[in-house]
RNA sequence: GCGCCUCUAGCUCAACGGCAGAGCAAUGGACUCUUAAUCCACAGGUUGGGGGUUCGAAUCCCCCGGGGCGCACCA
C-alpha cells in the first residue's frame, strides 16, 4: 500500500486547495468489525494490533497535542486517537474539514475513558470535501434535501443508510428464498408494444427506428405467463414498472414489483407462499414476526386470517352485500357511504369500491381478502364454486394492499372476452383499462396449466419490515421535480452552488 | 388537479408590525483523554421570487415558485 500520508500542498486555507490523492487504498477493517472484535476490550489498552481503515471524518475533537475523531464507514464509526508524538503531520490532521476521507493505519487501542479507537500512525487524505457537511447533530431535516442529496444524507443520516441497507439484503433473501424453492429469476421487456398485466396509466415513449409508439411496462405479468407456456414452470422477476399516476408517500412513479408465477399450483398455495416468505423476511429482518410499524404492533405470524371481500364489508358496515344484490340496492349503499359510482359499473365494481373505501384501511394485522368479482379481476381465473367471482386474492397488511394475486385465467376464448370488456370500458372513459394483448392470447392458444401468480409490491414491503412511514425513505433516489438553480455553474469552483430547499 | 401548512446564514432553528439573532459548521487562537468536547476571538443575510398595504414588513395582503401533509388516482 503506497502511503500518501502528509501531503499537504503548503495551501491550506483555500478552497481549491486539493491535495494529490491516491489511485487506489485496501483497507482492512470496518468500524463495525474493529466493535465486534475488540469491544470487551479494558480501559487504557494498547493491542499492538496494527489495521488501516477508511471513510469520512463525521467529528473532529482537538485537544492540544491530542486529537479525536470519528471515522464512518459504511458499517458505523470508529474513533481515531492522534497525538502530535505520533501521528505524523498531527498539524495538518487537526485541519481536517468534517466530511474529508481519509485512510488511516495505526493500532487499536482503548482511551483513559474506554473508548474503542484506532491510535492515527500514517494517515492521508482520500478525497476533500470541498462544501461543508450539514450540522453534526441535527443532520439533514428538510425532507426535499434529503432525497436530492442521498450522497450526504446517507453520512448524516443513520436510519437512512440502515433503512437503504435493510432494503439490499431483503431483495437478496427474496432471491435466496425463491431459488431454494426452484424459481429462476428471468428478465422480460420493460419496454411494452402494448401495455399490459395491470389497471394503470402508462408512460409513453418512441422508439425511433422502430418508429413506433413504445409503453414502459406497468406489470410483467403477461410476459412471465408467456414463459410458463414456453415450460419455465416457476418464473419470478424483481420488476422495475412504471406508472404515470400521483406521487405520494406510498407511490413512486417508478417502483418495483415482484412476480412470480407457478405452474400446477392454485391462488391457495400462493396464500401459503406468501405468508411463509413474509414471515421468514421479518425474522431475518427483525428478528421475530412480531414487528412494529409506526408506532403499532403488527402480528405476521403464519397463518395469515382469511376472509372474503362481502364478509369485511358486512364486518364494516352491518351490510350483506353480493354479486345479487340488486344494482339500485348497491348504488344507494355508495350514496350513503359517499362512494362514487358510475352507471358503467356493475355489482362487482361497486362491491369493490365499497370495499376499499369502507374495509381495506381499517385492517391491521395481515388478511389475505379473497373472492374478487371477475368484473374487476381481467387476469384471473373463475372461482370453482362461486359464480361470477374469481380466485383472486389481495394481502392486506397494514391497512394497504401488500400483494395481489389468483389462480391464473388459462382460457383464450375467456381472456378475449374479458380484454374485449376492458376496451369496452376504455371507449367509457376509463383511461386504466386494458388493450387487447393479441400475442398474449396466441400464446394461451398453446396452453397455459393451470398456474399461480403473484406480484408483491417490494417498496411496501421493504416499508413495513423497516418501519417507514413514506415510500421515499426506501427508494434510493425518489422522483423529485428536477432542481432549477442547479445550472452547469454550480459545478464552477468557488462558486455557491450549495443547494437548498429553495 | 383541489385544500391546509411551510420556505430566515452552509446546516438546525429564533425573532411574528419597530435595530435580523443563537447553536453547529467555517476562520484565528488556547488546551495530552475528548464523546454533539470546552473556552476566547472573528466572520457569515436581497428573510424563496415579484408586487402591494404601512411612517416602518422576515412578520399583514395578492401573484408566482419549491417543499410537506391530506383528498382524488393508484401499488
Given at each position: 500500500m503506497e502511503w500518501v500520508g502528509g501531503c499537504a500542498s503548503g495551501q491550506a486555507g483555500l478552497v481549491n486547495d486539493r491535495a494529490p490523492v491516491p489511485y487506489r487504498f485496501d483497507p482492512d477493517a470496518t468500524a463495525a468489525g474493529l466493535k465486534q472484535q475488540y469491544g470487551q476490550l479494558e480501559a487504557?489498552?494498547?493491542?499492538?494490533?496494527?489495521?488501516?481503515?477508511?471513510?469520512?471524518?463525521?467529528?473532529?475533537?482537538?485537544?492540544?497535542?491530542?486529537?479525536?475523531?470519528?471515522?464512518?464507514?459504511?458499517?458505523?464509526r470508529i474513533q481515531l486517537f492522534a497525538t502530535a508524538n505520533?501521528?505524523?503531520?498531527?498539524?495538518?490532521?487537526?485541519?481536517?474539514?468534517?466530511?474529508?476521507?481519509?485512510?488511516?493505519?495505526?493500532?487499536?487501542?482503548?482511551?483513559?475513558?474506554?473508548?474503542?479507537?484506532?491510535?492515527?500512525?500514517?494517515?492521508?487524505?482520500?478525497?476533500?470535501?470541498?462544501?461543508?457537511?450539514?450540522?453534526?447533530?441535527?443532520?439533514?431535516?428538510?425532507?426535499?434535501?434529503?432525497?436530492?442529496?442521498?450522497?450526504?444524507?446517507?453520512?448524516?443520516?443513520?436510519?437512512?443508510?440502515?433503512t437503504l441497507q435493510a432494503r439490499s439484503k431483503i431483495v437478496s433473501l427474496i432471491r435466496r428464498w425463491l431459488e431454494d424453492r426452484d424459481f429462476m429469476e428471468v428478465e422480460t421487456p420493460a419496454l411494452h408494444p402494448?401495455?399490459?398485466?395491470?389497471?394503470?396509466?402508462?408512460?409513453?415513449?418512441?422508439?425511433?427506428?422502430?418508429?413506433?409508439?413504445?409503453?414502459?411496462?406497468?406489470?410483467?405479468?403477461?410476459?412471465?405467463?408467456?414463459?410458463?407456456?414456453?415450460?419455465?414452470?416457476?418464473?419470478?422477476?424483481?420488476?422495475?414498472?412504471?406508472?404515470?399516476?400521483?406521487?405520494?408517500?406510498?407511490?413512486?412513479?417508478?417502483?418495483?414489483?415482484?412476480?412470480?408465477?407457478?405452474?400446477?399450483?392454485?391462488?391457495?398455495?400462493?396464500?401459503?407462499?406468501v405468508e411463509?416468505?413474509?414471515?421468514?423476511?421479518?425474522?431475518?429482518?427483525?428478528?421475530?414476526?412480531?414487528?412494529?410499524?409506526?408506532?403499532?404492533?403488527?402480528?405476521?405470524?403464519?397463518?395469515?386470517?382469511?376472509?372474503?371481500?362481502?364478509?369485511?364489508?358486512?364486518?364494516?358496515?352491518?351490510?350483506?352485500?353480493?354479486?345479487?344484490t340488486p344494482i339500485d340496492e348497491l348504488r344507494a349503499l355508495c350514496d350513503e357511504l359517499d362512494v362514487e359510482w358510475r352507471d358503467s359499473y356493475g355489482a362487482g365494481k361497486l362491491m369493490l369500491e365499497i370495499y376499499e373505501k369502507t374495509a381495506e384501511g381499517e385492517q391491521w394485522d395481515p388478511v389475505f381478502v379473497t373472492e374478487y368479482p371477475v368484473e374487476v379481476?381481467?387476469?384471473?381465473?373463475?372461482?370453482?364454486?362461486?359464480?361470477?367471482?374469481?380466485?383472486?386474492?389481495?394481502?392486506?397488511?397494514?391497512?394497504r394492499e401488500l400483494c395481489n394475486a389468483f389462480s391464473e385465467l388459462l382460457d383464450p376464448d375467456d381472456q378475449r372476452a374479458r380484454f374485449e370488456d376492458q376496451v369496452r370500458e376504455r371507449d367509457n372513459g376509463d383511461e386504466e383499462a386494458m388493450a387487447v394483448d393479441e400475442d398474449y392470447l396466441r400464446a394461451l392458444d398453446y396452453g397455459l396449466p393451470a398456474t399461480g401468480g403473484l406480484g408483491i409490491g417490494v417498496d411496501r414491503l421493504v416499508m413495513l419490515l423497516t418501519d417507514s412511514a413514506t415510500i421515499r425513505d426506501v427508494v434510493l433516489f425518489p422522483t423529485l421535480r428536477p432542481e432549477q438553480d442547479l445550472g452547469s455553474g454550480s459545478m464552477e469552483p468557488g462558486g455557491d452552488g450549495q443547494t437548498s430547499s429553495t
Amino acid at each position: 500500500m503506497e502511503w500518501v500520508g502528509g501531503c499537504a500542498s503548503g495551501q491550506a486555507g483555500l478552497v481549491n486547495d486539493r491535495a494529490p490523492v491516491p489511485y487506489r487504498f485496501d483497507p482492512d477493517a470496518t468500524a463495525a468489525g474493529l466493535k465486534q472484535q475488540y469491544g470487551q476490550l479494558e480501559a487504557g489498552v494498547e493491542t499492538g494490533d496494527r489495521v488501516v481503515v477508511a471513510g469520512r471524518l463525521m467529528l473532529r475533537r482537538g485537544q492540544g497535542k491530542l486529537a479525536f475523531g470519528q471515522l464512518a464507514d459504511s458499517t458505523g464509526r470508529i474513533q481515531l486517537f492522534a497525538t502530535a508524538n505520533d501521528t505524523p503531520d498531527f498539524e495538518r490532521f487537526g485541519k481536517l474539514s468534517l466530511g474529508d476521507w481519509i485512510g488511516v493505519s495505526g493500532e487499536v487501542m482503548t482511551t483513559r475513558k474506554g473508548e474503542l479507537s484506532v491510535k492515527v500512525l500514517e494517515w492521508s487524505i482520500l478525497a476533500e470535501t470541498r462544501r461543508p457537511f450539514p450540522d453534526k447533530w441535527h443532520g439533514i431535516n428538510d425532507p426535499d434535501t434529503r432525497y436530492r442529496q442521498r450522497y450526504v444524507d446517507l453520512w448524516v443520516t443513520e436510519e437512512a443508510r440502515l433503512t437503504l441497507q435493510a432494503r439490499s439484503k431483503i431483495v437478496s433473501l427474496i432471491r435466496r428464498w425463491l431459488e431454494d424453492r426452484d424459481f429462476m429469476e428471468v428478465e422480460t421487456p420493460a419496454l411494452h408494444p402494448v401495455p399490459g398485466g395491470a389497471l394503470a396509466r402508462p408512460f409513453t415513449t418512441h422508439h425511433n427506428a422502430l418508429d413506433q409508439e413504445m409503453f414502459l411496462r406497468i406489470a410483467p405479468e403477461l410476459y412471465l405467463k408467456r414463459l410458463v407456456v414456453g415450460g419455465f414452470e416457476r418464473v419470478f422477476e424483481i420488476a422495475r414498472v412504471f406508472r404515470n399516476e400521483g406521487i405520494s408517500p406510498r407511490h413512486n412513479p417508478e417502483f418495483t414489483m415482484l412476480e412470480l408465477y407457478q405452474a400446477y399450483a392454485d391462488w391457495t398455495d400462493i396464500m401459503e407462499l406468501v405468508e411463509q416468505l413474509v414471515a421468514y423476511l421479518a425474522i431475518e429482518i427483525c428478528g421475530s414476526t412480531t414487528v412494529t410499524y409506526q408506532d403499532r404492533e403488527l402480528d405476521l405470524s403464519v397463518p395469515w386470517r382469511r376472509a372474503s371481500m362481502a364478509s369485511l364489508i358486512e364486518e364494516q358496515t352491518g351490510r350483506s352485500v353480493g354479486l345479487d344484490t340488486p344494482i339500485d340496492e348497491l348504488r344507494a349503499l355508495c350514496d350513503e357511504l359517499d362512494v362514487e359510482w358510475r352507471d358503467s359499473y356493475g355489482a362487482g365494481k361497486l362491491m369493490l369500491e365499497i370495499y376499499e373505501k369502507t374495509a381495506e384501511g381499517e385492517q391491521w394485522d395481515p388478511v389475505f381478502v379473497t373472492e374478487y368479482p371477475v368484473e374487476v379481476s381481467p387476469l384471473a381465473r373463475p372461482h370453482r364454486e362461486l359464480p361470477g367471482m374469481t380466485e383472486r386474492f389481495e394481502g392486506i397488511v397494514a391497512g394497504r394492499e401488500l400483494c395481489n394475486a389468483f389462480s391464473e385465467l388459462l382460457d383464450p376464448d375467456d381472456q378475449r372476452a374479458r380484454f374485449e370488456d376492458q376496451v369496452r370500458e376504455r371507449d367509457n372513459g376509463d383511461e386504466e383499462a386494458m388493450a387487447v394483448d393479441e400475442d398474449y392470447l396466441r400464446a394461451l392458444d398453446y396452453g397455459l396449466p393451470a398456474t399461480g401468480g403473484l406480484g408483491i409490491g417490494v417498496d411496501r414491503l421493504v416499508m413495513l419490515l423497516t418501519d417507514s412511514a413514506t415510500i421515499r425513505d426506501v427508494v434510493l433516489f425518489p422522483t423529485l421535480r428536477p432542481e432549477q438553480d442547479l445550472g452547469s455553474g454550480s459545478m464552477e469552483p468557488g462558486g455557491d452552488g450549495q443547494t437548498s430547499s429553495t
